[in-house]
């Protein structure tokens, strides 16, 4: 499985962006997918997670109310809407793949859960 990020860039305080992860290799569409990020000097934060079917989404609370995950397993990509962006959303944003199939819990928050890893795209919010 190779998962792809793209979408990043710099924006100002209260802008948005959208980021994209497309997945090749291996099936993806039978497991959870989330979004992680990395700020400078602190280690990586789950941000959002979503299970197989797209039906049902977790967000970490920083983000909860500006950042929508979605997917889209038909072009076998994953999405990630970022509005409202802030400073403190600086960071490198990764997507990944939870371990097992057809599992999914809003609490899949430990890198160890997930298997594969894109190289991340940077997200640079000025204030």
């Known amino acids: 499985v190779q998962l792809v990020e793209s979408g990043g860039g710099l924006v100002q305080a209260g802008g948005s962006l959208r980021l994209s992860c497309a997945a090749s290799?291996?099936?993806?569409?039978?497991?959870?997918t989330a979004w992680f990020r990395q700020a400078p000097g602190k280690g990586l934060e789950r941000v959002s997670v979503i299970n197989s079917g797209g039906g049902s989404t977790s967000y970490a609370d920083s983000v909860k109310g500006r950042f929508t995950i979605s997917r889209d397993n038909a072009k076998r990509t994953l999405y990630l809407q970022m509005n409202s962006l802030k400073p403190e959303d600086t960071a490198v944003y990764y997507c990944t793949r939870y371990r097992r199939p057809n599992s999914y819990s809003a609490r899949m928050e430990l890198t160890g859960e997930y298997d594969y890893w894109g190289q991340g795209t940077q997200v640079t919010v000025s204030s």
């Open positions: 290799g291996r099936a993806v569409s039978s497991y959870a």
